[in-house]
């Protein structure tokens, strides 16, 4: 179940224009939304991928300690980013997500 919001609405005339959407999605929303086609790996294979980087234990003590910090990335009904995060999820037993379509969101420029 998808709960998402507009986070900001520009109001031309009697138009509104959405300009960023986010909110919280379950664990296997997201898994749905992996490209079909990562370099030809399956879902699975593509998760175990991720936490072999070596940099995944703190992610997962991070998010233990923590929670998801950084929304993951959604667009176009495809997850462009955050692949560690949701396997970090799966991992630790969270099945909720923070998501936005916005890259701005949530990221430190």
């Known amino acids: 179940m998808r709960r998402a919001?507009?986070?900001t609405e520009l109001v031309h005339g009697?138009?509104?224009t959405r300009v960023a959407m986010a909110g919280?999605?379950?664990?296997?929303?997201a898994?749905?939304?992996?490209?079909g086609d990562l370099l030809g790996l399956a879902v699975?294979?593509?998760?175990?991928?991720?936490?072999?980087?070596d940099s995944y234990p703190d992610?997962?003590?991070s998010i233990r300690l923590h929670g998801v910090q950084r929304p993951i990335l959604v667009r176009r009904g495809e997850?462009?980013?955050?692949?560690?995060r949701v396997a970090a999820c799966l991992d630790l037993?969270?099945?909720q997500v923070p998501f936005t379509d916005d890259f701005a969101i949530g990221w430190d420029r």
């Not at 919280?24 to 929303?29: A, I, L, N, T």
């Not at 898994?31 to 490209?35: A, G, M, Q, T």
């Not at 699975?44 to 980087?53: E, I, M, S, V, W």
Request: charged letters at 30%.
């Open 93 to 95: 037993g969270i099945t």
């Open 59 to 61: 992610l997962l003590e």
């Open 79 to 84: 997850l462009m980013d955050g692949h560690h």
């Open 5 to 7: 919001f507009n986070l």
């Open 31 to 35: 898994l749905e939304l992996y490209s």
């Open 24 to 29: 919280v999605m379950q664990v296997s929303e």
């Open 14 to 16: 009697s138009k509104k």
């Open 44 to 53: 699975a294979d593509t998760l175990d991928g991720k936490r072999q980087d």
